[in-house]
């Protein structure tokens, strides 16, 4: 498997990789993460215009997709965090929009590999009913430690790991 970073001609595929996520998560009980058009083929188009876009390359062929930003305070939404604090208040990655076609393993492993190549600090937050996604991130050392609001008001569930031995 290879990441590297979305073109905008990739943007149809994408957005397909995005439906056949959805269809997984209502598929494993989660009806409310991802709905009324988000994310939208704006919201990708911004992905990659600001270089934050990545796909994930089986065979040569798009089998997953996600966001990342690293920055001193990339994600206003993280701002507040209620019922529980960050583990620290450094420099941090945040993974957004992470769907896999589902015809290929470890997408999320790798999406998080890559991550933590880049900073050694990541922040993640998933809707209450993604028990795949939670479960993945508390089997990957995730510390749960609180939840966030999304700009629609909706509460998430957040995540963080951070690792020592990062090299740049």
Not at 12 to 28: F, V, Y
Request: glycine share 6%; proline share 4%; charged share 20%.
């Amino acid at each position: 498997m290879e990441i590297i970073a979305a073109r905008l001609e990739d943007i149809d595929q994408i957005l397909h990789i995005i439906e056949q996520a959805k269809h997984i998560m209502r598929a494993n009980g989660n009806q409310t993460q991802w709905i009324n058009g988000y994310p939208s083929k704006e919201i990708i188009a911004t992905d990659i215009h600001d270089q934050h876009a990545f796909v994930c390359l089986v065979n040569m062929e798009i089998a997953g997709y996600f966001c990342l930003i690293i920055g001193n305070d990339p994600e206003p939404n993280y701002k507040v965090i209620k019922e529980g604090a960050w583990l620290n208040n450094a420099p941090y990655g945040v993974i957004h929009r992470l769907a896999s076609s589902g015809t290929a393993k470890g997408i999320a492993r790798k999406a998080f590999e890559f991550a933590f190549s880049r900073v050694n600090n990541v922040r993640v937050d998933t809707n209450h009913d993604n028990i795949p996604m939670q479960n993945f991130l508390k089997n990957s050392g995730f510390t749960y430690c609180g939840i966030i609001y999304v700009s629609d008001g909706t509460p998430r569930d957040a995540f963080q790991k951070i690792i020592a031995n990062h090299q740049t």
